[in-house]
Structures are given as structure tokens and as C-alpha cells.
């Protein structure tokens, strides 16, 4: 067995045995899901006279694949260097891509699902997302928004030593991206200048990539333009978190 499917196959295991982490990694988006579609439940945004759900489904869904993509590698390599597994997996002939490469796999995985459920649950009736036939475009916007993130998660993972650390950093960098992008609210509602700050922030592309592709509320243009904009953020932190990595506290 290589290197790399026994790592993927360990990651697997670990993720499908923590019950508590993988429920709220699918519960945790879906509710606000819920809390902003009842509250905004038949409403209609007025600058743009669209319904308030083709702005906050995608607009969740992408925060919440980020937010999985940001804590699940960040908290994974915190732990592995505070246990010494990276130390000793240091010591074998496996390379550090291989080590984030099956991180990036189960990523992949795990985003993908977790969007999947979720649009499934906005396009009930309670909530009535309706799908753009060219939705499929959603999968690029997705794996260029994971790879984002998930650099992103190496660097917080490179830098934190407890899991307390982890949770500060992740959160203090998401939960204001997301209310910045246009996750929680629609950006048409915002200040001009704080729509211009929005664009320095990956999530905003994903946001606008996602819901192009799932509402058809942008062109082809703008679909391609943020998938861009991802590509171009996850080699700017993915440089990051290679130059800044670490094997062990001490190194």
C-alpha cells in the first residue's frame, strides 16, 4: 500500500468514526439555511427584485464548504504536530505533498456532498431554491473554492497549537468574510465601499461563481472570473503554507 492510500484511508476512517464533527460539518450550514429562509421566506431583495434565497442558498453553501475546508485541514495538521505524527511521518520517504494531497482528496469529498445535501434541501418547498440549467457549473466554482480554503487551513494549521488557537483564527478570518462576501446577506444591500472590500476576499468569488451557476443570476463571464480569482488565491496560500509549514512545534 503507497503512502498516500494509506493516509487518505486513515483520514477516511477518522472522519466517518467522529460522529459529532461529521454531523455538525452537514448541520451546522443547513441551519442558518433554515433560520434566513424563514425569515426571509416569499421576500424579494429590492434592489434587485430577486427572491432572498437565490442570494442566501448559495451564498451558505459556499461559506459553509469553506468553512469545512478551513477547519478540517487546520485542525488536522495542529493535532498530527502536537501528537509528533508529521515528525514521524517526516522520518519516512513521504513527501509533504503526498500528506496534503489526501487531506485535499477527502476535502474534495467532504465539499462536494456537504453542497449537494444542501442544495437538495433548499430546492424543498419550505424554501424554494430553484435550480439554473446550467448548475453543473457549480462543481468547478466548488473545487477551486475548496483548494482556496484549504490552503487558507494550512496556513491557520501551520501557525496554531491547540485547538482552541485553531478555532480563533479560523473563525476571526470566516465569520466576517462571510457577512463581507455576501454569504448571510445579499451585497446589493451593502455600501458601495464595503462592496469594494468584499473583492480582496476569496469567498466573495465563490459566492458570485456559485450563485451564477446554481440561479443563473450572472453570465458565463462572471462564473469564469471567480473560479479564476480561486485559482489565483489558492497559489498565493498555498505558496504561504508550503514556505511557512512545519513538522513539529519545535521546528
Known sequence: MSAYTALTSAGYRAQVRDKAT?????????????????????QDVEESGRPYISYIA???MSWGVAN?????????????????????????????TTVLASRYVLALVVGVVQAAVFIAVAMLPGFGLALDGRW???????????TAFMAIGVIVGNFAHTPEAVAAIANCLMVPMAFLSG?????????????SVSRVLPLRYLNDAATGALTGSGSLATIGIGCAALCGFALLFGGIGLKTFRWSNQS
Not at 460539518?25 to 425569515?39: N, R, S, Y
Not at 454569504?183 to 462592496?195: A, E, H, K, V, Y
Request: without cysteine; positive net charge; charged residues 10%.
Open 22 to 42: 461529521l454531523f455538525f460539518t452537514f448541520a451546522f450550514p443547513l441551519l442558518f439555511l433554515v433560520v434566513f429562509g424563514l425569515i426571509f421566506s416569499g
Open 58 to 60: 448559495p451564498g451558505v
Open 68 to 96: 469545512a475546508a478551513v477547519f478540517g485541514i487546520a485542525f488536522t495538521l495542529m493535532q498530527w504536530r502536537r501528537d509528533d505524527l508529521l515528525r514521524l511521518v517526516r522520518l519516512t520517504p513521504t513527501p509533504l
Open 136 to 146: 453543473p457549473l457549480v462543481l468547478p466554482a466548488l473545487v477551486a473554492g475548496i
Open 183 to 195: 454569504s448571510f446577506l445579499p451585497l446589493d444591500m451593502m455600501p458601495g465601499w464595503l462592496r
